[in-house]
């Protein structure tokens, strides 16, 4: 697949005009993977086993496509890939090329759950996909590339959060072939010993098959040993005698580095060595020494032995495939295996409209349901404890599935707390993809730390839904709670909105951001998230008791228009206003509530709307996003020619971006969390990144100005009152070592004004 | 620190009005981490050690604080906290407020070269500090929530990296207490012997210190066990007998959580369980019972015996600290260690103005230089392999410090390359905030992933600069290569520019993005990071050969400006243009000088005039970027009201959010990268992400015909043509299954026209 063009089954000679014309690939790897997609194959149809096969190193997509061809997976996907010459000649003759697949595992490719672009992810997306499903087994195989990295290094925990009873299993293949592209590995490096140590410490079993004169009967074994240390842990657990801490198999394979790949040229190694890491031959097309190393190779593997006259392989290979039903390019799981989950009426978790309530306490109730209706298909994944997010309630019918606790008895469990986004990301993924619900709360600074695996997710869905044959999946829904606005004593490391902004660089189809400003509009927005497809949910919110503003009938048509004008504090309901205040995300609004109640005492003439977003993307430029209001309905809003101040919760930038192309932008003012702030109160955070209320009603009276005569005559006097109001209340903060007892008191509105 | 606001000695019963309104802190982890500070006292004093003390868990900055006070290394650089009763008054009744000391270590921490506030860092941190520094121990605290993260669970390979003939050495201390905020952690429930196992795997001896009975005996014998091993390891590679794969020693220490505090509160259990993670006591002010337990466990500890009456600590527990050059927060390292790198002439390296040269080959034979003038205080980091990034020729008189391969005999070198950007970046840390510098290149689409790391290191120091007393460090230096838009067969997934956006957001006196458009432009734009202090420098260019359109000191003062005209492509130098195309970026820019080109060809009567912005924050609105150009530069350079078309590597919602606030933004169109395009051709990769040249022709003649009478006259037709272009190309593209044999050709330009 990487060097020909033609004459792919070896009826003649190799010639240059068979040869691409840009050599694309990695052979190194493919060997390897080759190599145990055989043997699962095998095992599969020896023991009736449901399997999926999740390759790490996503650059050996050859071994796959090869082998998904010769089962008849590809061509069931792909007509022009059929199981005979022509279906060959299409596979190989494009590989790698703007008409064919691509040279890296992606959603195209049958079977696959994972990309394995960035490295790191296989081991936890394969542990998310046995989640629930007692009877699968992933096979993972990682590279000694992708070993390296740090997501990789905490996976090998994920066993200590399988429950055996009622999930499956994953077979760990640590794959050593001892060089990434030219340096040397740090596993590839380690002796057996240090290998054994390391990964018993970790919590397993070890086999290491090595002896590659044997290759095929130990690695069998070995398979076969492993399978039966896995039905022995899950026997003993669903009989109700789980083994405490049981040792889960794992294998290490070394092979060499283009393993029956040519093995010199130029008087330098390549087999074994990183001159196998891409292409061997790199001159194969101009150089006849090249050509003749090709010929002699690919001879080699006797493809006139192999194929029938029509270009499909012989019986006797055919007798290693699994059935239709098996193959692990065509487990249904993969494809078509979403199941809408059950919801409850969200309504009956809201609270009172005018109470003051904490959003992530009112959705872990409705989570809590949520898991009782559910109860093998809903899970939940965070790096910090819902304790911590006041999510607890979640708890109520279900537990945390942690196993490695001899105190806790653990039995199953629909929570995961492990303090690492990268395995919460990873098991959300791999559970997602195979037909199931995740979500994946967080404190909101550090859930960047998956920023670049989440656009990796994303990358996977854009092509799983460009492809005709997979099925919709669950959106994955991100809840961001514990913000920079309400960071207590968490100080200036635990302030970073930027997770927004990596949601709104998606394409608009998948992007999704809220940031409901109260509990009940929480309660319908996760509800949404909940029951959608193919989105990348972001939802944020405060788990502090905050003002409800909507009752659920409110709240529900708020949700549904994305931003509306909030009547109650707008003066005469919002008709005419001299100027717009426009909060986004929660504590934020109340600032724009009480900037309103403040200009309504201090400046009466100045005619305020205040309207509150809800789905960000209504902001953005007509056209792009489908959200985006149309021109005319933003102007309803927002009014055509008034100033509008925004009071946003994410980093002001943002939400130009969304605005640009909007027209008379020069009238659009916004503040954002501003990297300001160590430990000090809520309310100052508000004053240093300048979003409280004085600022807005500061921003207000000097854009109100442009309209209203009366307030222009007193700007001078009254902004000057406001940047007084900010020192002073500095000053007091600073002193007294806490807010005023007042400040988060609802200010009553007058709404006959 | 957490409870009292007076009464501090307790000289008198602590009575309600002692006790703070807001009771705010982490108590569970400070007595281990005080009981380890003490210890490295006593050990520093006894043999005269160099030392640093690195803490993971970010949130025991009482611990920290309190120690630094005893020292005096508090007062030394606060003068309100000074060891007296009026210093520690100061100290104990602001902490944790908005006028006192934060509850997280951050760069206000004398001492601390680490915040530990996203937790996973601790260690990669520490093995960069010791980095050419032979004397130089770190004692680093892992605690067991860190523990679980990715990021920690690789570092604890760092020893691999380790030349011990050259480098000094890091002695781990995991921390177990068993819990986080609520929930059990994966190390607290492991076993002696699976902690055993893992560590011996990864490479270590390992003591555990868990008698609380024998505390200080078990701590003091195991550090000065670790001590004499590391000195035993060091001495034979110091004189030359170097040990293969030394087995470099960790403490693991076992405490209850919140050791030391109330044994239990209303009949629950608080010490060695999750109440005492963060207030023990919290309603200590209200109510009397817990007032009383607050009382004993205070006065537990006999401040009567410890303290003099001037408030400072008996001469019996001053015995035990070292002298001021060895105190654990009055380093030299930490504050006042930068030494600017002397920098080679990057001149030398300038390759000819019209040749095609890569960037990145040019910067190597620099970077060579920079290692040949800097031996000892200039490091390479990178995830990736140099050859990979064609950058090898850094390795001219270096090598790759790997120790864990027989085969290398690595002996030092200025360049590490392991498959994990968090230990690359967790290095380069370290060895920049000890005072030297660090570069990390990097695949652009995963660098990313040290998004957020970033950031938190963005935060250290900015509050780093907000002390009086820290002097300048190095600045940080990213270069990304192998982009989105030479991706070659790496698809989809290697496609993410993002990394800017994420240098964007920080504050603008630290941020600095350059995407320099050639090789002479790269070259002195990294001799300017180089020898820059303070920012975060980011640099994006190709590693392919690409056309050098400026000489040596045309590349200098284009990089001073920041961006200019690019004369030879612009119609009659650029003057009185009708449209302005903008490049920013290496092939985008490209492809505006294509477009030049080509619409000198076919619509000659459009005035062009060509930009280039190679420093992307001079397009920022004016007055927040001290780069942003005026608004009357920013008008010479782009005209008044010409419009401008954007031709961007980046996201296009970046520069929205950079040009949004300048005047007249209806003019300008951006075209940047769109998430599209999988493994293709280069130029494919322009035209499925519209960024091609024939996208750059058809907006300059939409945007030119509203001020070019005769070009609006033929616009429709220019404008089908070059959508005939896009189609066609594709078309050829995907038959062909490559470019087109012209495509980076440089065009000729006549500059008469």
Not at 319 to 325: G, R, Y
Not at 447 to 457: A, N, R
Not at 504 to 520: F, G, Q
Request: charged content about 25%.
């Amino acid at each position: 697949m990487i060097f020909l063009q033609d004459n792919v089954l070896l009826k003649r000679d190799i010639k240059a005009e068979d040869i691409k014309p840009r050599l694309l690939g990695h052979w190194g790897t493919c060997p390897g993977l080759i190599l145990v997609y055989s043997h699962l194959n095998y095992l599969i149809k020896q023991q009736n086993l449901d399997m999926l096969y999740v390759v790490g190193p996503g650059h050996g997509a050859p071994a796959l496509l090869a082998s998904l061809w010769l089962e008849g997976s590809l061509g069931k996907f792909y007509p022009e890939y059929s199981k005979d010459k022509d279906g060959l000649h299409n596979l190989i003759s494009t590989f790698s090329t703007s008409a064919g697949l691509p040279s890296h595992i992606n959603a195209e490719t049958p079977g696959a759950i994972h990309e394995g672009g960035e490295l790191g992810y296989a081991l936890s997306v394969s542990f998310g996909a046995v989640m629930d499903r007692p009877n699968l087994i992933v096979a993972c195989v990682v590279g000694d590339g992708e070993a390296e990295t740090g997501p990789t290094a905490t996976s090998w925990h994920a066993i200590k959060y399988i429950d055996p009873a009622e999930s499956g299993a994953v077979l760990p293949i640590l794959h050593l072939n001892g060089f990434k592209i030219s340096e040397r590995t740090i596993f590839g490096c380690m002796d057996n010993k240090e290998l054994v140590c390391l990964f018993t410490g970790y919590g397993y079993q070890v086999r290491i098959v090595e002896d590659v004169d044997n290759i095929d009967c130990g690695l069998h074994s070995s398979f076969v040993w492993a399978v039966g240390e896995i039905h022995k842990i899950q026997k003993a657990a669903r009989s109700g005698k789980p083994i405490f801490k049981p040792r889960w198999p794992m294998v290490i394979l070394r092979t060499p580095k283009g393993w029956t790949g040519p093995k010199e040229l130029h008087g330098q190694f390549i087999e074994g060595s990183f001159h196998s890491h891409q292409v061997p031959l790199p001159n194969a097309k101009e150089d006849d020494e090249e050509r003749q190393a090709l010929q002699e190779w690919l001879s080699s593997y006797k493809p006139e032995e192999l194929f029938t006259d029509a270009g499909d392989v012989i019986d006797e290979i055919k007798s290693t495939i699994p059935s239709d039903d098996k193959k692990l390019g065509m487990r249904p799981e993969v494809y078509k295996g979403y199941v809408a989950p059950d919801l409850p009426d969200w309504r009956q978790f809201c609270v009172d409209k005018g109470d003051q309530f904490s959003a992530m306490k009112a959705i872990g109730k409705y989570i809590d349901q949520v898991f009782v209706q559910n109860h093998h298909s809903v899970r939940l994944f965070s790096p910090d404890e819902l304790e911590s997010n006041k999510l607890s309630d979640a708890l109520q019918h279900t537990g945390r599935n942690f196993q490695w606790d001899e105190f806790s008895n653990a039995k199953g469990g629909r929570v995961i707390e492990v303090l690492s986004e990268h395995l919460c990301q990873g098991f959300m993924q791999g559970y997602t993809l195979t037909g199931r619900v995740g979500m994946f709360p967080s404190y909101e600074s550090f859930l960047g730390i998956v920023h670049t695996m989440m656009v990796q997710y994303a990358k996977f869905a854009k092509l799983a839904k460009e492809t005709t044959w997979r099925g919709d999946v669950s959106s994955i829904n991100y809840i961001e709670t514990s913000t920079w606005a309400r960071q207590e004593h968490n100080g200036f490391s635990h302030q970073n909105p930027s997770f927004i902004g990596a949601v709104l660089n998606l394409k608009p189809y998948a992007a999704r951001v809220y940031l409901p400003p109260d509990a009940n509009t929480f309660l319908t927005t996760l509800h949404h998230c909940l029951k959608s497809t193919n989105y990348i949910n972001l939802m944020v919110g405060s788990k502090q008791p905050t003002p409800v503003y909507l009752s659920p009938e409110e709240a529900e048509s708020h949700c549904r228009a994305g931003a509306s004008i909030f009547k109650f504090c707008s003066t005469e309901n919002g008709i005419r206003p001299d100027v717009v205040l426009v909060g986004i995300g929660v504590e934020v609004m109340f600032e724009v509530v009480a900037a309103a109640a403040l200009l309504r005492k201090r400046c009466p003439e100045l005619r305020v709307r205040v309207v509150n977003v809800t789905d960000l993307f209504v902001v953005e430029n007509e056209g792009t996003h489908p959200h985006a209001l149309k021109d005319e309905a933003f102007n309803n809003l927002f009014t055509e020619d008034r100033p509008i101040h925004f009071n946003y919760h994410g980093y002001a930038s943002e939400l130009k971006s969304l605005l640009f192309g909007r027209p008379r932008l020069d009238r659009v003012s916004i503040n954002g969390y501003a990297e300001e702030g160590s430990t000090t109160t809520p309310f100052d955070m508000m004053l240093v990144n300048e979003v409280s209320r004085y600022h807005v009603a500061k921003a207000a009276v000097m854009g109100g100005a442009k309209w209203n005569e009366r307030v222009k005559i007193r700007g001078q006097e009254l902004t000057s009152e406001f940047d007084k109001d900010i020192t002073e209340t500095r000053k007091y903060i600073i002193a007294n070592r806490k807010d005023r007892d007042d400040t988060y008191d609802m200010p009553s509105f007058d709404s006959s004004m």
